[in-house]
């Protein structure tokens, strides 16, 4: 370590920031980043941050959100000062995440498992409700339960192909924060964000490279693996695959497009889908229909049903029975809102030891769901110490951070709780890291999320590709986008 100087000279000192201890020194990773940051100088860093600004603009880089119903578009921001994650952080976070998907996969087979159950017969619980592990109604009512998803997954798919798990580094080390296993994206901003990176420093990432540092576009080939893998049954020959996409109307229409040129497979729109004679589908494409064997689904299941295709047929339904004639694979399959969910969230460690006879290897956030009468009477009187989140809620949506509630807010808090305690669960405040970020010219703490993602086909791997996002504001604990929160390139340093 060595001691800071330049622009890291006032940067404060904290005992959770990645780059800087509280004694003063750079963390090992960031002294090549320092370097380079002092040669450019305060006017320096700030004309490196507009040329980044310029060059995403240029490049399209964009994420959409709806605005009294209409899609607007706006840039993704992200920092110039890469993130740095240490070796030994990396293959914990592999290990864990791998070791999670793998889980969550046995749960989603064990609750739309179709076969060993009769119709007649009357506990139709999955195994780890009958273990008394996880409660019934945490399946059965469950918002993200779809029992007709039994029927959209081929015998022995992985339902979930990608996976893209939040981490928070904490005082202990790197905690879980949120399964999402319906529809996760990132991994093509992840891919961006290094291209952007070399584009305005290119000396920094030359040298960096050079040295080992993790490239992410190796995600590439291991999506495109785990996809082939998930070829349906009568599949003959090698798997042709596409993106199964909203459009030009999708809010992460910009990753779609970076993701299929990358794989080297088509976009297919519902407006494209054609059944085949055989029983599978086909996406019109230059002129002429191709038969697709997957489907990486990149729109909510709930749109499944909302697009009729050019012969007539729903889209779900088209797509359904293509999958029931073993000639389509969806992934990820519908229906696996019922294991990201937010109560379901509180179990994931006991799945790891029920499924796979393991301990795991990243913790969760210490969390209480209100629908339990036990939880609720431990943390009824402890809602302004806590994190209260709906068990619906996605993106941030409705999240309350009771230490930062006034009293007014506390009180209503209180009473959305007493009135539908089932609608929402509570954490444990997690204190997290801050990494340097460029705001306003100046390189300041910022707190930062990230996102890792796992693939899931004949193996489970993670993929090189993590994404940071970091908070704008001093203080702000909210770093998804939809929250403003903007985005780092993420480097994974080489063992040694």
Not at 102 to 111: E, G, K, P, S
Not at 310 to 317: H, L, N, Q
Not at 390 to 419: K, M
């Amino acid at each position: 370590m060595t001691d800071t100087a330049g622009v890291f000279a006032r940067y404060p000192r904290t005992a959770l920031d990645e780059a800087v201890t509280p004694d003063g020194a750079l963390r090992p990773g960031y002294e090549p980043i320092a370097r380079v940051l002092d040669a450019c100088g305060g006017v320096g860093i700030a004309t490196v941050a507009g040329a980044l600004a310029e060059e995403r603009r240029a490049r399209g880089v964009v994420l959409g959100t709806f605005v009294d119903g209409r899609l607007e578009e706006r840039p993704f921001p992200m920092c110039p000062v890469p993130r740095v994650v240490p070796a030994g952080d990396w293959a914990q976070l592999s290990r864990g995440v791998e070791q999670r998907t793998r889980a969550l996969n046995a749960f989603l087979t064990d609750v739309y498992r179709p076969a060993g159950r009769r119709r007649t017969d009357p506990d139709q619980d999955a195994e780890i409700v009958r273990s008394g592990i996880v409660p019934a109604h945490l399946v059965s009512a469950n918002p993200g339960h779809r029992p007709a998803a039994v029927g959209l997954g081929w015998p022995g798919q992985q339902r979930v192909t990608v996976s893209g798990l939040d981490l928070l580094r904490g005082p202990d080390g790197w905690v879980v924060l949120e399964d999402t296993l319906r529809v996760p994206s990132g991994i093509g901003f992840a891919l961006a964000n290094r291209d952007s990176g070399r584009a305005v420093l290119p000396g920094l990432y030359r040298d960096a490279e050079a040295a080992g540092l993790a490239d992410p576009s190796g995600a590439v080939d291991l999506l495109r693996a785990a996809l082939a893998d998930a070829a349906p049954p009568r599949c003959d020959g090698e798997p042709q695959l596409g993106l199964l996409s909203d459009g030009r109307h999708d809010t992460a229409w910009f990753e779609h497009r970076l993701l299929a040129e990358a794989l080297g497979i088509p976009i297919v729109t519902p407006d494209t889908l054609w059944p085949t004679r055989s029983g599978g589908v086909a996406v019109h494409v230059d002129g002429e229909r191709r038969p697709v064997d997957v489907l990486y689904r990149r729109l909510e299941e709930t749109e499944l049903a909302a697009h009729v295709t050019p012969g007539g047929a729903p889209m779900d339904v088209l797509l359904a029975e293509a999958v029931r004639q073993g000639r389509l694979a969806l992934a990820n399959v519908p229906g696996n809102g019922v294991a990201d969910d937010k109560a379901t969230y509180r179990y994931v460690p006991e799945m790891i030891r029920f499924y796979l006879g393991e301990e795991p290897v990243l913790a969760s956030v210490p969390t209480w769901v209100l629908a339990e009468p036990d939880d609720l009477d431990a943390v009824r009187d402890r809602l302004h110490e806590l994190v209260v989140k709906p068990v619906d809620g996605y993106g941030g949506q409705g999240v309350v951070f009771g230490p930062r509630c006034s009293t007014a807010e506390l009180a209503e808090l209180q009473a959305e709780v007493a009135a539908a305690p089932h609608r929402f669960i509570a954490q444990e405040l997690v204190d997290f890291t801050t990494v340097p970020t460029v705001v306003d010219g100046v390189v300041a703490p910022r707190h930062a999320g990230l996102r890792v993602f796992a693939v899931a086909g004949a193996t489970t791997r993670a993929l090189p590709s993590p994404l940071s996002r970091v908070a704008r504001a001093a203080g702000e604990l909210l770093v998804n986008s939809g929250s403003g929160g903007g985005s780092k390139d993420t480097w994974v340093l080489p063992p040694g």
